[in-house]
């Protein structure tokens, strides 16, 4: 072994500007793999963040909604008598809605405007300030990315813009809460009480005098987590009209949300082949070009496992350099970018990438390495037939 080593590094040190064009082409895909779970993980966490994060084991929907959030309808009697059933711990409504918030550069910052009830399953927990209170109070608890986003902090007064039938209304709601981890549908979220957000959620002319608040889901929180499927038999016997589903099923009906994920998916994957031929090509080449050398070696009583070795180890060390060069540009490039690119270097799905991309570089070396140990002597050397 220390033989290979020795061949592996002389060869790597003598043709090093050869080699590291390839670690720098092996940093490239290593920086687009990356980049890619990033960006996978980031629109899968913007478009679930919020129903991932939810303290409720069990979402009730409008029966012919087909788990569709935004197509479901309930109301207060669907709530009442939800929280009625046995092994219900608490439930709270959840009403969806989009507004905007003008900022003092007369911009305006698109959010998602969602009403939830004070104490109950679907407010978040917020990390400054204090949560809702009273139904009636206008006051808001916002997401941190409407303040990374905007720079407002936790008790300055927004402005609400809301289209309310043919004109547009302007709201004030006091900010007394900041929660994170809580975006919903791709857009940073602010949360409101129901009666709050039915007076400024957007109207068209004839809900204008509406004032019950619709509900879109009721998000139930279970006395004990591990009878999620025979307390959802229970609430859809009983609660009539209605569906329940997990956390699990929610999101994965969130419209788009698994075609998204599987594009994501079959992108890196392909990434990967590419990097496998990329790779593979490059080596392949490299010991066509040192047929003589290797021949020269086996003749003078070299062993396959000795030249086997030092080619395994040469494509291991290229390998290893332009991951590691990529990771560097990753990082940089990460700082860079706006928060408004949904990009998050999640741990174990970057962790993953690094070592689907350490294992390509065998992979695709594999047929050079077969290739430089079924290698003739005699016939490399021009001396057979």
């Not at 990460?334 to 949904?342: E, K, M, N, R």
């Amino acid at each position: 072994m220390s033989i290979s080593f020795y061949l592996a590094f002389k060869e790597l040190w003598r043709n090093r500007g050869r080699f590291f064009l390839i670690s720098l082409v092996i940093a490239l895909i290593s920086l687009l793999v990356l980049f890619n779970a990033a960006l996978g993980e980031g629109l899968g966490t913007n478009n679930r963040q919020y129903i991932a994060n939810l303290d409720a084991q069990l979402i009730v929907f409008l029966d012919k909604a087909d788990y569709l959030i935004s197509s479901s309808r309930l109301d207060q009697a669907d709530l009442r008598a939800v929280r009625r059933i046995e092994g219900v711990a608490d439930a709270g409504p959840i009403s969806t809605s989009n507004t905007a918030i003008l900022l003092n550069n007369d911009e305006v910052l698109k959010v998602s405007l969602l009403g939830v009830e004070a104490g109950r399953p679907g407010l978040p927990q917020v990390v400054e300030g204090f949560p809702l209170r009273t139904d009636q109070a206008k006051e808001t608890v916002i997401d941190r990315n409407v303040a990374l986003r905007s720079d407002i902090q936790v008790g300055d007064e927004i402005t609400i813009r809301s289209t309310q039938g043919p004109e547009d209304e302007f709201y004030v709601l006091k900010v007394v809460g900041l929660t994170e981890g809580q975006a919903y549908f791709f857009q940073p979220t602010i949360f409101v009480t129901p009666s709050i957000w039915e007076l400024v959620r957007p109207k068209s002319e004839v809900e204008l005098n509406k004032t019950i608040p619709d509900i879109n889901v009721i998000a139930v929180k279970l006395n004990d987590p591990t009878q999620t499927k025979a307390v959802g038999e229970r609430l859809t016997t009983l609660v009539t009209n209605t569906r329940t589903a997990d956390i699990t099923t929610t999101i994965n009906n969130i419209p788009g949300y698994t075609a998204q994920q599987g594009t994501i998916q079959t992108m890196g994957i392909f990434t990967l082949l590419i990097g496998i031929l990329v790779i593979g090509g490059f080596f392949q080449i490299q010991v066509l070009q040192k047929v003589p050398q290797i021949g020269m070696l086996k003749a003078i009583g070299s062993s396959n496992e000795v030249v086997g070795g030092a080619a395994v180890i040469q494509i291991m060390i290229v390998t290893a350099l332009g991951v590691a060069i990529g990771g560097i540009f990753t990082f940089i490039l990460s700082l860079v970018f706006p928060p408004t690119v949904p990009l998050i270097f999640n741990g174990s799905a970057s962790v993953l990438a690094i070592l689907g991309l350490l294992v390509i570089g065998p992979m695709g070396g594999l047929v050079s390495v077969l290739y430089a140990v079924l290698i003739e002597p005699l016939k490399a050397l021009r001396l057979s037939q």
